[in-house]
């Protein structure tokens, strides 16, 4: 619902998909530059306004296309409100979100697992959606990277969503099993991981 509400606004505004690539593309940047440059650092509305809006204009001149406020508008409109007590390297996974919901692939980008790697020990701060994604995310990373190409079973699953919830009350690891996938026959860890980011990201 979010990601039609988003792009419904970005057609009200006028905007051009070839605007819409650009605020795509600024929002991969900008996620990540939150992830690498102090990423434990709090995250500041103003400074991520100016982030983007230096991503805009960077993208927009290398790839010889127009840049204005109305597309820098259009990508802090998709990202929303910046959290309180929120990291900057926990806020890139928003960011990245909203780039895909606009179109950027973040399949091909090799920042895609840069921009997954959140600090455990921060993840318990988190809360409402986001905390649930991030988690998601988080149980996508470490299944994925236990013995990958070891076959995914459900139990094995359900152990590591436990592990990456262990400091969140139930009701948060309740929501997270709402969004696990049943393995496939066959399906190693390592795939099953895309699969839940695939599905985290929808």
């Not at 309180?84 to 606009?102: C, D, H, K, M």
């Not at 399949?107 to 649930?132: C, H, K, M, Q």
């Not at 592990?163 to 969140?168: L, N």
Request: charged share 25%.
């Amino acid at each position: 619902m979010a990601k039609r509400t988003d792009l419904c606004a970005s057609r009200e505004q006028g905007i051009t998909d070839e605007q819409r690539s650009t605020a795509a593309q600024a929002l991969a940047r900008a996620a990540g530059r939150l992830a690498v440059d102090d990423p434990n650092g709090p995250v500041n509305a103003l400074d991520f306004a100016a982030l983007v809006g230096g991503m805009v204009f960077e993208v927009a001149a290398e790839n010889g296309t127009t840049a204005g406020i109305r597309v820098q508008r259009t990508a802090l409109m998709t990202v929303g409100p910046v959290p309180s007590g929120i990291t900057n390297v926990e806020f890139a996974v928003p960011v990245a979100r909203a780039a895909g919901s606009l179109g950027y692939d973040w399949a091909t980008d090799d920042n895609r697992r840069l921009i997954e790697t959140i600090p455990v020990e921060r993840l318990a701060v988190l809360a409402g959606p986001i905390r649930v994604r991030v988690l998601a995310l988080a149980l996508a990373q470490e299944l994925g990277q236990a013995e990958p190409g070891t076959p995914a079973t459900m139990s094995d699953v359900l152990r590591f969503a436990e592990s990456v919830c262990r400091d969140a009350e139930e009701s948060v690891l309740a929501r997270i099993s709402a969004l696990i996938l049943s393995p496939e026959h066959g399906e190693t860890r390592c795939a099953y991981a895309d699969r839940l980011r695939k599905a985290v990201g929808e």
